[in-house]
């Protein structure tokens, strides 16, 4: 595969700040993945500036722990426009290490009841040494679909 992110968009019957609100909440990130790998906030607290550094418990069958935590590193946030992060680990001496790939959310208002929402994965600054181990992208094509679904879902109350 030559490319190397994937998006997809949905409009959410929601304003724009509802939706950034749901995505800037840690807590609700298990509810939209919907694929059972991401499964608790570990730092609750709401995203608020580039930089922050939030961490989620997680699982897959395929790591070699099963269950895992990741570091994730807000790289964008213009609320209610755009945000996202990168995901890495955190290691014992504290020090954060990312693989390079990104999620990013981008909102555009249509009007006081609606969102165009559109979530990029991004896996262009993976090293040759992940990607050695790790298959890009590590989820089927309607997994972004599926989240963007889970998210409207969050937003609307549905």
């Known amino acids: 595969m030559d490319q ?9 019957a929601a304003p724009a700040a509802r ?17 059972g790998w991401v ?8 995203l608020t500036e580039v ?11 395929n790591h070699p722990d099963g269950d895992y935590r990741v570091a994730n590193q807000v790289q964008v946030l213009d609320p209610p426009r ?10 014992d001496d504290g020090r954060l ?5 990104i999620w990013r959310y981008d909102l555009a208002p249509l009007g006081p009841s609606g969102t165009e929402v559109t979530l990029t994965y991004d896996w262009s600054a993976v090293p040759p040494s992940v ?5 890009f992208p590590p989820f089927g094509p309607e997994h972004l679909s599926n989240s963007l679904h889970h998210l409207a879902g969050l937003v609307t109350g549905r």
């Open 4 to 12: 190397e992110n994937v998006s997809a968009g949905l409009t959410v």
């Open 19 to 35: 939706v950034f609100a749901v995505l800037a909440d840690p807590t609700a990130h298990s509810a939209i993945d919907g694929t």
């Open 39 to 46: 499964q608790e906030a570990a730092d609750r607290a709401p």
């Open 51 to 61: 930089g922050q550094i939030f961490r989620m418990d997680m699982y897959h069958a």
């Open 82 to 91: 755009a945000i996202g992060w990168r995901t890495g680990t955190e290691k």
């Open 97 to 101: 290490e990312f693989g390079g790939w």
């Open 131 to 135: 990607r050695e181990y790790i298959r």
